[in-house]
């Protein structure tokens, strides 16, 4: 892995953060290159934004924060862009 890029910084050194469940309100730790994780309370699946990065358009991405990361990153960003694509537009 790269050790240059402070783009990826978080993904290649994580930290934890609490989050809570929407559906059972038990904080949880969540870690920063975790997209998501299943709470300890209820069990339910709990998504964390994944705000955009580097890693999205890099092409060193994969080599920068490792394959394994980088295929679950991308997955849950392609997911959460599904889902923002199918929320109805409210804007007026």
Excluded: H
């Amino acid at each position: 892995m790269r050790e240059s890029c402070p783009g990826s910084r978080e993904i290649r050194t994580p930290y934890p953060e609490d989050i809570s469940c929407p559906f059972c309100y038990e904080k949880n730790e969540i870690w920063s290159d975790e997209p998501d994780m299943a709470c300890k309370e209820c069990g339910q699946i709990i998504t964390r934004d994944m705000l955009p990065s580097c890693i999205e358009w890099c092409p060193s991405a994969r080599e920068c924060v490792g394959q394994q990361k980088y295929m679950r990153i991308m997955k849950k960003r392609s997911q959460q862009q599904t889902e923002s694509s199918k929320s109805p537009d409210l804007s007026i």
